[in-house]
């Protein structure tokens, strides 16, 4: 017959505080997530409402429109320069209109973008995922500006930021587990002592078992324990009265049949 496996108190108190605790982790990093997503999309969206106005300005002070596409690749920069740009200009881009002729842009980004484009912010759907674009428009000098950025940039960024938050409570978590679970072990020592009391007793020893020190928790199974013993103590008692009770009423008889077969022999 295979041994019945029981349940650990230890194990079943971890689980009661690690799985809430994991819960909590879990809540920690959807709302970090939603308002680190809300907040980037506040600030990246004046930022790209301030590189439009830049633009511009930067813009109408040239003559003849051209198509001129600015590579991301400048020899002026040094090459941890360049590679800092490379990592960066790969989410944005942008391009300047002039009556509808490309003034000038960048190489990266979606292909797509138009001065059809409706003016303010708009999403423009792409192979390589979704861009968040503004378009600024100038009536006077019929210039328009679009400015946009991927939102993947934006999503990996909220990422980042919600790891921030939940990697060092995931890294500490094995250390509150074990201080936890030495926790549980010293909080568990007086229910061990009483193990040890109650299996030290003789099988004669019905004796109350001393209850005053234990905590609150255990004090109920010691009441108990006490309540069986005095069960086993009122039984022990009838068993002896029926037992002295029995030898008395044998003991006449016997002595009949002891004289009987004297007065035989």
Known sequence: MRPVKRPSLTFQLLAGIGVPFLIVIALIGVIAYMSARDEISEVYDSQLITSAQQLWIIARAEDDPADLLISRKDPHLEAGDQDALDDYAQWRTFRVWRDGALLMGADGGPTNLSPALPKGFSTVKTASGDWRVFIFRAPENGMTVA??????????????????????????????????????????????????????????????????????????????????????????AQERLFTDNAAHELRTPLAALTVQADVLR
Do not use: Q, T, Y
């Open 147 to 236: 400015v946009g950025e991927s939102l993947a940039a934006r999503r990996e960024v909220s990422i980042r930021i919600v790891w921030g938050v939940c990697l060092p409570l995931l890294l500490v978590l094995p250390v509150i587990v074990l201080m936890v679970w030495f926790g549980i072990r010293f909080g568990l020592k007086d229910l061990a002592h009483f193990a040890v009391d109650v299996r030290r007793r003789s099988p004669d020893d019905l004796s109350r078992v001393g209850n005053d020190r234990l905590p609150v928790e255990i004090a109920p199974v010691a009441e108990s324990v006490n309540h069986l013993m005095e069960k086993l103590e009122r039984s022990l």
